[in-house]
């Protein structure tokens, strides 16, 4: 892998997050608490985050559910193409966090990491194909201006060879990180690894 | 396949089963069904801490702030049938300011978090904890607004294909 790209307070290094709010501890948790973290991923009763919202299991088992749906189910679009809009959506908002996370996933698919340089310093415009540059474009407007999102849209999407399930996925994908990152960025904070060095220190 | 009495998102689009699109969303069943199970936890009378009525008029303020018209007359609806105070609906649609100093907060603290999340801080989580909030309730009210940051993207993008197919 190459050197993590570091651009304008976005990353591709792993960070780590801290909670704002204490979290549900493994050992006393209740059996619909582990239910819904084991439906999350096999590290999600190591994950802060995912411990601070096992506070609510029913509300993160279904979240869970519609993630990994959204993320992993196979055919339609390519699942790197789901985590560039993801990335972008995150980018957007602001959440690095969740950016360093599926840029990283992005450069694992894709074996590249062009476009997430060319996200991380503006979202508007990047892309490396044309069919890049329109699921970034879509991505941003879906985040940022819903309500302004029209037929025309979904016209410049097909033009550059999206089927409809391709495009579901895509508005599936950008949603749901509308929802992570809102959670991310307001029930704690990202810690770099050098200011976590410093702590120890 | 699952065929869920009432799927919100269908209502609010709204896509009958004879439309090309509910087929394409049920390529995705699991979504769909997550999706309106997410939405029966959030309003689930079983989460402590905040009443129906406070997360339906948080959703109706939510929407209004991200003019998400095709989901609105829903929460409106829901509200009227659980008896809420008509004067409070009427104020939190107009996004006209309420009495009540909790609602307030709550409201405020939904209409940042969903036009400008990267405001969100440590301040705003610990003044909700002060307001008597616990930390399940405030976790269930973070995972309410955001979830409808979700609701609201999906309903447009399928608004928008639904558009281009009727165009065509």
Redesign the interface.
């Known amino acids: 892998m190459t050197a993590p790209i570091r651009i304008k307070g976005f990353t591709t290094e792993v960070l780590k997050w801290k909670p704002?709010?204490?979290t549900v501890n493994v050992d006393t948790a209740t059996p619909a608490q582990l239910a819904a973290l084991d439906e999350m991923s096999p590290q999600a009763r190591t994950s802060p985050y995912f411990l601070?919202?096992a506070?609510?299991p029913?509300?993160l088992?279904?979240?869970s559910?519609?993630f990994n749906?959204?993320m992993f189910?196979p055919?339609?679009m390519p699942r790197a193409e789901r985590e560039l809009g993801a990335t972008v959506e995150s980018r957007v908002?602001?959440?690095v966090y969740c950016a360093s996370v599926h840029a990283q996933r992005f450069e694992q698919l894709a074996r590249r990491n062009d476009v997430i340089s060319q996200v991380f310093e503006e979202p508007e415009g990047a892309g490396t194909t044309e069919r890049e540059k329109a699921i970034v474009e879509f991505s941003i407007r879906?985040?940022a201006e819903?309500?302004k999102?029209?037929?025309d849209?979904?016209?410049k999407l097909?033009d550059v060879g999206l089927g409809?399930?391709e495009?579901?996925?895509l508005?599936?994908s950008?949603?749901?990180f509308?929802?992570?990152?809102?959670?991310m960025?307001?029930?704690g904070?990202p810690v770099f690894p050098e200011a976590e060095a410093s702590d120890a220190s | 396949m699952t065929s869920t009495p009432h799927d919100v998102i269908d209502a609010a689009i709204p896509l009958a089963p004879d439309h090309p699109l509910w087929a394409l969303r049920r390529q995705r069943d699991k979504v769909v069904a997550a999706t309106q199970g997410s939405y029966d936890a959030m309003f689930s009378p079983a989460v402590e801490g905040l009443s129906v009525s406070e997360r339906l008029l948080v959703a109706l303020h939510a929407c209004r702030v991200s003019k998400a018209d095709s989901l609105a007359p829903h929460y409106r609806d829901r509200l009227a049938a659980e008896g809420a105070d008509g004067d409070v609906i009427a104020a939190v649609d107009a996004g006209q300011p309420v009495a009540d100093a909790r609602l307030r907060a709550v409201l405020a603290f939904t209409g940042k978090l969903i036009e400008r999340p990267i405001e969100g801080d440590k301040a705003a989580v610990q003044s909700l904890a002060a307001s008597g909030l616990s930390t399940p309730a405030i976790v269930a009210m973070s995972q309410l607004i955001a979830f409808l940051s979700y609701q609201i993207r999906v309903a447009a993008g399928l608004k928008a294909l639904v558009a281009v197919e009727a165009a065509a």
């Open positions: 704002w709010l204490d601070v919202l506070h609510q029913e509300i088992l279904q979240r559910i519609a749906a959204i189910a055919g339609g908002n602001g959440c879906l985040g819903p309500d999102v029209t037929a849209d979904m016209r097909k409809e399930l495009i579901l996925d508005i599936h950008v949603a749901i509308a929802w992570a990152n809102r959670l960025l307001n029930l904070e």
